[in-house]
């Protein structure tokens, strides 16, 4: 039993020091490549294309606001759709078959390629009804709708991310101790109150895993960009985009970000500027690994400042919780 227990943990070590092992290899190899890239005219200047025909010229500036305003929005949509399944799932769905449907649904989902999200997005999104969300196209029949820009693809990323996100929302939901529901319910606390003072700031660990999930999803994704952004060299929209009136004109423009600037630089893209691709791609993994530091240390501070969650997640004992759990409702 003793070999058998040891054999398995070696296999996870070593298993674990290959992943290791592999992700840095990706990242000192990136690194590497797109570092000499890097400087304040690459980062402050918008791209263009090189009147040498020699690929891309210019910066990443639109690519880089275009990816945080894409990966806000799509959140801002996302999270509280994904709360509210995940609270659902987990706290009043129980076993029934309606809940048991909208699991599968939900795994379905997530197991759909982005191509084909995209392309649904593209299809649903050019009908004129919907032509608010982009731009009409004149001259053309029925007024069918252009389907490409900030809003079109926000929604689509927020429908792509919903079942990751929903996932572990729901799970850190049913992490939570039935120590604290049972604690307030004696208080008289209602169901609803009781999971939003109690449960859900609980389980804040795991909202905040969800949404950086999400927002690494959000931000590395091509396809959807390709279709329902429409991966332009640079903003569509409004020249003077940062001027509050141009805000709307702006999110209904095409646009691009950084995983279509990567493509378009690359070898295989019309950019045919490598030394650029790898530098936008670095600068890609910084903000996601920056968003992630920026996850911990919040999720970190919460965890100080409540006295009712433990940095180690323990359960606390029946008469702390009752002694905190006034304080939050």
């Known amino acids: 039993m003793k070999r058998e227990m040891g054999v398995g943990r070696l296999f996870c070590?070593?298993?674990?020091?290959?992943?290791?092992?592999i992700c840095l290899g990706i990242l000192i190899y990136i690194a590497v490549r797109g570092a000499p890239a890097l400087n304040w005219d690459f980062i402050s200047k918008?791209?263009?294309?090189?009147?040498?025909?020699?690929?891309?010229?210019?910066?990443?500036?639109?690519?880089?606001?275009?990816?945080?305003?894409?990966?806000?929005l799509g959140m801002?949509?996302?999270?509280?759709?994904?709360?509210?399944?995940?609270?659902?799932?987990?706290?009043?769905?129980?076993?029934?078959?309606?809940?048991y449907i909208l699991r599968i649904g939900n795994d379905v989902l997530a197991g759909v390629p982005t191509i084909v999200i995209a392309l649904f997005g593209l299809v649903i999104f050019s009908y004129p009804e919907?032509?608010?969300?982009?731009?009409?196209?004149?001259?053309?029949?029925?007024?069918?709708?252009?389907?490409?820009?900030?809003?079109?693809?926000?929604?689509?990323?927020?429908?792509?991310?919903?079942?990751?996100?929903?996932?572990?929302?729901?799970?850190?939901?049913?992490?939570?101790?039935?120590?604290?529901?049972?604690?307030?319910?004696?208080?008289?606390?209602?169901?609803?109150?009781?999971?939003?003072?109690?449960?859900l700031p609980a389980a804040y660990r795991g909202i905040v895993s969800g949404a950086v999930l999400g927002v690494g999803r959000i931000a590395?994704?091509?396809?959807?960009?390709?279709?329902?952004?429409?991966?332009?060299?640079?903003?569509?929209?409004?020249?003077?985009?940062?001027?509050?009136?141009?805000?709307?004109?702006?999110?209904?423009?095409?646009?691009?970000?950084?995983?279509?600037?990567?493509?378009?630089?690359?070898p295989v893209g019309e950019g045919n500027n490598a030394d650029r691709a790898y530098g936008a791609a670095l600068v890609l993994i910084l903000m996601i690994l920056l968003l992630n530091a920026v996850a911990n240390y919040v999720s970190r501070l919460s965890r100080i400042k409540s006295r009712l969650f433990n940095a180690r997640g323990a359960e606390c004992d029946g008469e702390n919780i009752i002694e905190d759990i006034p304080s939050r409702i």
């Open 220 to 266: 590395s994704d091509v396809a959807i960009v390709w279709f329902c952004l429409g991966a332009t060299i640079t903003y569509s929209g409004p020249e003077n985009w940062w001027q509050p009136q141009n805000w709307a004109a702006t999110l209904r423009s095409a646009g691009n970000t950084l995983s279509s600037y990567i493509y378009y630089a690359s």
């Open 130 to 199: 919907l032509s608010f969300l982009s731009i009409k196209i004149e001259g053309v029949e029925n007024g069918k709708a252009f389907g490409r820009s900030y809003l079109v693809a926000s929604i689509t990323m927020a429908v792509m991310v919903l079942p990751y996100v929903t996932k572990s929302v729901e799970e850190a939901i049913m992490a939570v101790s039935h120590t604290y529901r049972e604690a307030a319910y004696a208080l008289g606390v209602s169901k609803w109150r009781t999971i939003q003072k109690v449960v």
């Open 46 to 72: 918008s791209p263009e294309m090189s009147l040498l025909g020699d690929g891309l010229a210019g910066g990443i500036l639109s690519p880089l606001l275009g990816t945080l305003g894409l990966v806000t």
């Open 76 to 99: 801002l949509l996302a999270l509280p759709w994904a709360a509210a399944m995940a609270v659902y799932y987990a706290e009043y769905a129980g076993d029934n078959w309606p809940a």
């Open 13 to 21: 070590w070593l298993s674990g020091i290959l992943t290791t092992s």
